[in-house]
């Protein structure tokens, strides 16, 4: 059964609004610097209030992207999570449609003395203003995971450094340097190289590419220290939109197809909740069979007789068992590192005991509790058994010279 993340919706409501938030402040700063560098005679300055323009429509994408993201139909059955790479790529365009813009006006326009007593102040308030505001995007992009908010955040940092330029240009100005134009085409090179950028990114995910290496082999090793799980046979996966896509291949160690089916459930549930960007995950069960069993026993000592509940068991006896001729392999004695906790006994023993793998556990007949609770859920074959009469007396049998303790 596949399973799908739902707590990713309040981060696209809440990155719609930044967008939206994004296309209202582009479109003042456009308004502003367009307006000053006209009146100021500034090429550089308005090739910087195109930039802004352009950028309205970058963000515009950004927010439509966001909204289709969020939405369902059964033509998509994956998602329209890619809605925000298609954004991205509007962006991409969108930015080296400014660089163009930019390029032409400062090649092919006139030299230019631009009024600095009005230009400047106006083009410092705006790198301020931009500066913060990428930079408060930029985090906003990374924390709810928004590949479209970051686009926007590193074309905000981009229209900084134009700024910057156009800044340094005004300088030059007042001390009666024409720089405008050298201005206007260092802006168009930084804009060029910004919108390469986003365009690349937006292509490689747009084709399919895997999620990187390091979070695969970690989503491989969360699945595989399951206690069902004898390995991942084999593991795709791809972004979407700044989302993964996964689809997996399990052998597990039980023959029964319903425990198989909750184990299945289960594990995709565990995989979705320790990775939060996982929009979807498939896991296909298949059955193997070990050449061995492992068999837990909670016991009062090393050798002793059964004890009456897990999570206060001193001891646990582990047994390796050939699945043909029930012969022991091996056996050892484990003692309890959290006999002695006061909270949270239950479920630190039974994670405990899940990460040594059991098949199977034995237990007294009314067992119940935290730990006895996560082995079930967790697939663990579970046989109860009668305490003997000399295991309620509390006497026990010596162990085995096979046996060693840890």
């Known amino acids: 059964m596949t399973k799908t993340n739902s707590a990713i919706q309040p981060d696209l409501a809440l990155a719609r609004r930044r967008a939206a938030l994004s296309v209202a402040l582009n479109m003042a700063l456009g308004i502003v610097k367009g307006t000053v560098g006209i009146m100021a005679n500034s090429t550089a300055m308005i090739s910087d209030a195109i930039h802004s323009a352009t950028d309205v429509l970058g963000a515009g994408a950004a927010w439509v992207g966001l909204w289709l993201a969020g939405r369902k139909h059964p033509s998509f059955p994956y998602g ?39 230009a400047l102040p106006t083009s410092s308030g705006a790198l301020i203003v931009t500066l913060v505001f990428g930079l408060y995007q930029l985090k906003s992009g990374k924390r709810l995971n928004s590949p479209a908010l970051i686009a926007d955040a590193r074309d905000y940092l981009a229209d900084c450094l134009s700024t910057g330029v156009v800044i340094l240009g005004l300088i030059g100005a007042h001390f009666g340097y024409s720089l405008d134009r050298w201005a206007a085409a260092v802006v168009a090179l930084f804009v060029f190289r910004s919108g390469g950028h986003l365009m690349l990114m937006a292509l490689k995910d747009l084709m399919d590419a895997s999620i990187d290496r390091n979070t695969e082999k970690a989503i491989i090793k969360k699945a595989e220290s399951h206690p069902q799980v004898i390995e991942v046979e084999q593991c795709f996966t791809r972004t979407a939109g700044g989302r993964f896509l996964v689809d997996m291949d399990v052998i597990l160690r039980t023959p029964s197809a319903k425990i198989a089916d909750r184990v299945s459930d289960r594990l995709e549930e565990e995989i979705i909740r320790t990775f939060p960007r996982i929009a979807m995950v498939r896991i296909s069960p298949h059955y193997g069979h070990a050449s061995s069993i492992r068999v837990i026993t909670p016991v009062e000592a090393p050798g002793g007789g059964l004890c009456c509940r897990l999570g206060t068991s001193p001891w646990f006896q582990l047994e390796v068992i050939d699945r043909h001729n029930g012969k022991t392999l091996e056996r050892e004695f484990i003692q309890n590192p959290y006999q002695k906790e006061e909270k949270k006994r239950g479920y630190l023993v039974g994670n405990w005991l899940l990460g040594l793998k059991p098949d199977r556990i034995i237990v007294p007949e009314k067992q119940r509790g935290t730990a006895f609770a996560l082995l079930e859920q967790a697939g663990v074959e579970i046989e109860k058994r009668k305490k003997s009469g000399r295991e309620e007396a509390g006497e026990g049998t010596a162990p085995e010279n096979t046996d060693r303790t840890n």
């Open 80 to 118: 329209l999570y890619k809605a925000e790479t298609v954004a991205t790529l509007a962006i991409s365009m969108a930015v080296l449609l400014a660089a163009y813009e930019i390029g032409r006006k400062a090649v092919f326009g006139p030299d230019t003395m631009p009024e600095t007593r009005l």
